[in-house]
């Protein structure tokens, strides 16, 4: 794991009277993402064999099944680790199938955008190197966020298990320009640059019309209320690229961080993407950052959502809260 100059710093979960060396693995893959599923499985069975770990057991995903049901049964089964291999839809899937038990998420990349790997600091361009950091590595509790669409009262952050209709996010969820951008993302150009091709649609977007929006949370007895171009609630603050727009951003410190970017015009741009650059933890005229335990957004039309890179289609209102260490993570 990085240090705590790094994107976090998670703590190790303590053992209990010492971890055996040993971890029965379960690998959910999305089969449409892996080129060479044969050669996966056995880099993974040879790295498991190294380490003394039984050989891998496998669960594809289906167009119904993206991976929460895999990861359940898994856990049912007897499973110590529970590996995602696939985009961050495929992590954020089993992710929500390990919420609150003791079994552990492992990161393997096959997806555009890896991101929580990446602000875990874990390899993302080798299956080689994540299944060695994953098997050789500790494991770690993180938060996870839980967001709803529609105006809830900031109570519900209060609630230590998901609701029926809250979803889960490992990173960032929000609207406005980013969810553009990923529902307007060409696969096929994702295919062949990788996160690049987010950087081209947002290009592409960056003189489109924003929306005011207020921001509530239980911190502040005030709102704030802003036109803006995209709001983003994150449990991680890391871009795609290595852009940090949430430099105290954490996954593990019971906290969820906003941002509320608000350019004037193209040229306004500019200084937001200064403002990110400098790693500027004080206010800035077109980015505001708040932090707290939940936030409710209310936008004056419906805009463009998404979900840890998925898009969650049109919405005028979020309300989004953390649940604290609610997840356990192996990492290098």
Not at 291 to 297: D, L, Y
Request: hydrophobic share 40%.
């Amino acid at each position: 794991m990085p240090d705590t100059s790094s994107p976090t710093s998670a703590q190790p979960t303590p053992a209990s009277g010492g971890a055996p060396a040993r971890r029965r693995l379960t690998v959910v893959v999305n089969p449409t993402k892996v080129d060479d599923l044969d050669a996966a499985q056995a880099l993974l069975a040879e790295v498991c064999e190294r380490h003394g770990w039984p050989e891998p057991t496998w669960a594809q995903t289906t167009e119904d099944q993206t991976g929460e049901q895999q990861s359940r049964d898994a856990v049912a089964a007897g499973a110590d680790v529970v590996a995602s291999l696939g985009g961050d839809g495929t992590v954020r899937a089993v992710a929500a199938g390990l919420v609150g038990t003791d079994v552990a998420l492992g990161l393997l990349p096959a997806g555009t955008g890896n991101l929580l790997a990446r602000n875990l600091g874990l390899p993302v361009d080798s299956l080689d190197e994540a299944a060695e950091a994953m098997v050789g590595g500790s494991e770690h509790r993180i938060d996870v966020g839980l967001v709803r669409s529609g105006v809830e009262q900031l109570a519900v952050a209060d609630g230590q298990e998901p609701a029926g209709d809250e979803e889960l996010f490992l990173v960032m969820t929000g609207f406005g320009l980013d969810g553009e951008v990923m529902a307007g993302t060409n696969e096929k150009i994702k295919g062949v640059l990788g996160w690049p091709a987010y950087a081209i649609a947002a290009a592409k977007r960056l003189g489109g019309r924003g929306f005011v929006v207020q921001v509530d949370h239980p911190r502040s007895e005030g709102t704030v209320v802003r036109h803006c171009r995209t709001v983003l609630v994150g449990n991680c603050g890391m871009l795609q690229g290595g852009v940090e727009l949430m430099p105290d951003a954490r996954p593990d410190d019971g906290i969820l961080d906003l941002a509320v970017v608000a350019p004037r015009g193209l040229f306004g741009w500019f200084s937001v993407l200064g403002a990110v650059a400098s790693r500027g933890r004080v206010g800035h005229r077109r980015l505001d950052r708040l932090r707290s335990t939940a936030f409710r957004i209310v936008a004056d039309r419906p805009v463009e959502a998404e979900i840890d890179g998925d898009p969650m289609g049109e919405h005028d209102s979020l309300s989004a809260r953390v649940l604290p260490d609610a997840l356990v993570v192996r990492s290098g």
